[in-house]
């Protein structure tokens, strides 16, 4: 048993741990989530994730617990894996929160929201990833656009058509032919001695990791500039990085098989987070 799972109150593991049949993110993905970095036992930037789930939440109309709650449960989570041995000096916590138990439509039941929170050991990211394009699109104009829903199944496509072509993350461009995010990270380009990212206006979601860096580079006075680019941009960048709670800042080793550099400005930016992140958990 690697993972811990809090559901509702109740510790199990993946074997025993349960949700309803009928739980609305089972049935129709009608849920949010949260996935924290654990480091040496501990998640990292709790309070943001919590303000983003509940950022989430209000866009689907549900009502999350107080944030002492899922506290709480994400301290009895990490707790019970420690307990049970599990080696979390680098993990993935995750916080999911859904409709709850309803009818087989899109209805909601009364029953109330289910909480679940589940934790195990982060399978190490590749020395040399790399990231391609897909044909798909994310829809900048979506009723959940920007929402960190548990919708996921075009991700889910997406990635293993990217692992089938030997690369580790898939990259949407948006309606717009605008370069927007991956299946489940941000996107930072390197031209011209800036690094750019797309904005949220995009409808790419709000990452945390994006968010810490976009205000470590100002403190830095690191060039990192929010702009709208045409996907195309990707065949001419200097370097193409990667963010996400799991990842923090990564370069990539190519992007559709272009071999990059990771030069200098690249890994400036992924030395910068390193650094600010190692400060403290709750940044």
Known sequence: MTTVVWVDGRVGDERTAAVAAVDHGLTVGDGVFETCHVAAGEAFAVTRHLRRLGRSAAALGLTPPGDDVVRAAVAETLAAARGRGVDLANGRLRITLTGGPGPLGSHRGPAGATLVVAVAPAVPWPADPSVVTVPWTRNERSAIAGVKSTSYAENVVALAAANRRGAQEALFANTRGE?????????????????????????????????LLLEWAADAGLPLVEKDLPIEVLAEADDVLLTSSTRGVQPQAAVDGRPLPRGELARAAQELYLRRAATGLDP
């Open 179 to 211: 370069l927007c995010e991956g299946t489940g990270t941000n996107v930072v380009v390197v031209s011209d001695g800036v690094l750019l990212t797309p904005p949220l206006t995009s409808g790419c979601l709000a990452g945390i990791t994006r968010e």
